[in-house]
Nanobody, 117 residues
């Protein structure tokens, strides 16, 4: 059974950095695409960043230059480094992976981040 466990959320001051981690209990992690999503209360799920199985990355326009997605296939982990955080970045962030062969998606439980002084 595939499990994704996120960590690293919490309270951060405006302008500060925070790194979220996603640990996967997946064999052959290197054939999975990894995505980070966020969802604010009352709003639709929003794609934040994507990293392909070979490390190609893409970002939502509002995150470009401030957020960095990365992965360590040997450790079966993915990361979302967030810099220069703003109060409007406060929300729940969720890790998602997709098997490139079966197209099966898997979701983490979500991790709350609060940007506040």
């Amino acid at each position: 059974q595939v499990q994704l466990v996120e960590s690293g959320g919490g309270l951060v001051q405006p302008g500060g950095p925070l790194r979220l981690s996603c640990s996967a209990s997946i064999s052959l992690f290197d054939i999975y695409v990894v995505r980070w999503y966020r969802q604010a209360p009352g709003k639709q799920l929003e794609l934040v960043a994507t990293i392909s199985h070979v490390g190609s990355t893409s970002y939502a326009d509002s995150m470009k230059g401030r957020f960095t997605i990365s992965r360590n296939n040997a450790e079966k982990k993915a990361y979302l480094q967030m810099n220069t955080l703003r109060p409007e970045n406060t929300t729940i962030y969720c890790c998602n992976t997709e098997n490139l062969i079966t197209r099966s998606p898997y979701w983490g439980q979500g991790n709350q981040m609060i940007v506040s002084a």
